[in-house]
């Protein structure tokens, strides 16, 4: 976990995914404390080789203490929301398959598995489910 951390944000890094005008950072707050974000790329920004009219959620994070009040679902319609604005006709995620209350909440919001990608954890090799909502 350390050496994926330092690798995915250290500043420079950081810099480089905010300059990206492919990606947008959202964050959200709860009781003026930062909740948690959302990561959304498009076109060349996206992890996978995927088409154009498709929208990447990379990254959604909810803080621990703030979980269980919304915040995830209200992220998701965020993305949603960014999808349709710029005509995207599907949203997907990268969820690791044994993260299983991840997988179900997906499910819940309509995303099917669609396929899977290998994921670098450190020096331990992951397998994500590839998960896609339609959006037409």
Same mark, same amino acid.
């Given at each position: 976990?350390?050496?994926?951390?330092?690798?995915?944000?250290?500043?420079?890094? !950081?810099?480089?995914? #905010?300059? *990206?005008?492919?990606?947008?950072?959202?964050?959200?707050?709860?009781? &003026?404390? @930062?909740?948690?974000?959302?990561?959304?790329?498009?076109?060349?920004?996206?992890?996978?080789?995927?088409?154009?009219?498709?929208?990447?959620?990379?990254?959604?994070?909810?803080?621990?203490?703030?979980?269980?009040?919304? !915040?995830?679902?209200? #992220?998701? *319609?965020?993305?949603?929301?960014?999808?349709?604005?710029?005509?995207? &006709?599907? @949203?997907?995620?990268?969820?690791?398959?044994?993260?299983?209350?991840?997988?179900?909440?997906?499910?819940?919001?309509?995303?099917?598995?669609?396929?899977?990608?290998?994921?670098?954890?450190?020096?331990?090799?992951?397998?994500?489910?590839?998960?896609?909502?339609?959006?037409?």
């Amino acid at each position: 976990m350390k050496a994926y951390l330092e690798k995915a944000f250290n500043l420079k890094q !950081l810099d480089t995914e #905010l300059s *990206n005008s492919s990606s947008a950072f959202y964050f959200i707050y709860a009781n &003026e404390d @930062i909740a948690g974000y959302l990561k959304l790329n498009v076109n060349d920004a996206q992890t996978e080789k995927m088409d154009n009219h498709s929208l990447e959620i990379e990254r959604i994070y909810v803080r621990e203490k703030h979980r269980k009040q919304g !915040l995830g679902k209200y #992220l998701i *319609n965020k993305a949603i929301e960014t999808a349709t604005a710029q005509n995207k &006709e599907k @949203i997907w995620i990268g969820v690791w398959e044994k993260n299983e209350s991840a997988i179900a909440f997906y499910t819940k919001l309509g995303f099917v598995q669609t396929g899977a990608h290998s994921f670098q954890m450190g020096d331990e090799q992951q397998i994500d489910f590839i998960m896609v909502k339609s959006l037409i």
